[in-house]
């Protein structure tokens, strides 16, 4: 264990060194939130009232949650740092020592995700502070554990996800496509264009299978109150199944992968 800490205090000097990088890109990302804002504002005169469990403050204190979930969680170029090891070789170091390299790239995303996270927070308080007669916190402490848990189980999911596309580096040598199709889904299927809740309940219903709206919906929709009872206890289930199941592809990934790995380069 001890060896991983110190690959996430490692990770943490690494991602210290892109503070302001980090700072100015989250500070210019909020000119498509302004403009989510505005359009939301429209559709929401336009139309003279809600839609579904929608109104427009909650749905503008849903993209504020998303904003914050978003610097929390996502990951940022974890795939590209994985295939970079494949294809140069640099695996090899990983290879002949006593690390488990998902257990290494887990530390450095949780410290990469902390720090930034951190770092772009004054940025995001702001934020709140100019929307905060929109926001409505949660009085009762179990929504903020069960909020905290599946928190903790949608970085699982974003992390596995990028790391299994990321493996498929050992057997293509570019893997920008899959990561674009991918990225396409969980944008559109996490709620992170839109609320999934907006959907027709049919919609709704297929995709509370599928592992993309556990990324970024689930977790808030418990924070706000709209997931209650047998509902959010199953979401909690279905959302502890996807990691298992992805974990489980990951490692069948890489065990497949090391059989085609030729340790070219390092």
Request: aromatic share 20%; charged share 10%; glycine share 8%.
């Amino acid at each position: 264990m001890r060896k991983y800490l110190k690959v996430f205090d490692i990770g943490l000097q690494n991602t210290f060194v892109y503070r302001w990088n980090f700072f100015f890109r989250s500070l210019f990302g909020l000119f498509p939130l302004m403009g989510t804002v505005f359009i939301w504002g429209a559709i929401f005169q336009a139309k003279g009232g809600g839609i579904n469990n929608f109104d427009y403050a909650s749905v503008v204190y849903y993209f504020l949650l998303v904003l914050f979930l978003d610097s929390l969680l996502t990951p940022g170029d974890d795939e590209w740092q994985v295939a970079a090891d494949i294809r140069d070789g640099q695996m090899n170091t990983f290879l002949i020592k006593p690390v488990n390299y998902l257990a290494y790239r887990l530390a450095l995303f949780i410290s990469n995700r902390l720090l930034y996270t951190l770092v772009t927070l004054p940025v995001i308080m702001i934020v709140f502070g100019v929307f905060h007669r929109y926001l409505a916190w949660p009085s009762s402490w179990a929504i903020w554990a069960l909020t905290t848990l599946s928190v903790l189980l949608a970085g699982l999911i974003q992390f596995l996800i990028a790391y299994s596309v990321a493996l498929f580096a050992f057997w293509m040598l570019e893997i920008s496509t899959v990561v674009f199709i991918i990225y396409s889904f969980e944008y559109f299927l996490s709620g992170h264009m839109f609320p999934i809740g907006l959907m027709p309940p049919s919609i709704q219903a297929v995709l509370k299978f599928l592992p993309f709206p556990y990324e970024l919906y689930f977790p808030i929709s418990i924070f706000m109150g709209q997931v209650h009872g047998a509902e959010l206890w199953e979401g909690l289930l279905i959302q502890f199944c996807w990691v298992l199941l992805i974990a489980l592809g990951a490692n069948t990934l890489w065990q497949q992968g090391l059989r085609r790995y030729q340790a070219v380069g390092g």
